[in-house]
């Protein structure tokens, strides 16, 4: 039989981490931070994309001369 982590335990560890940890560091590579920044990232540029749209009435790729 093997020794295999209790999943539940993990998830009270990642829990109590602070989420500071994360949200500070910017690592390259697949790592949580990256991950979040990722993230932040590509909604300021949805939101971007959004905006243009509503305020100017035409897609934001029409808006750039591209289509």
Do not use: C
């Amino acid at each position: 039989m093997q020794n295999t982590p209790n999943n539940q335990d993990y998830y009270e560890q990642q829990s109590e981490r602070k989420y500071g940890e994360f949200a500070t560091k910017f690592q390259f590579g697949s790592n949580p931070s990256a991950e979040i920044w990722n993230g932040r990232l590509a909604m300021i540029g949805f939101l971007a994309a959004l905006i243009v749209e509503l305020t100017t009435g035409q897609g934001f790729f029409h808006w750039l001369g591209l289509a």
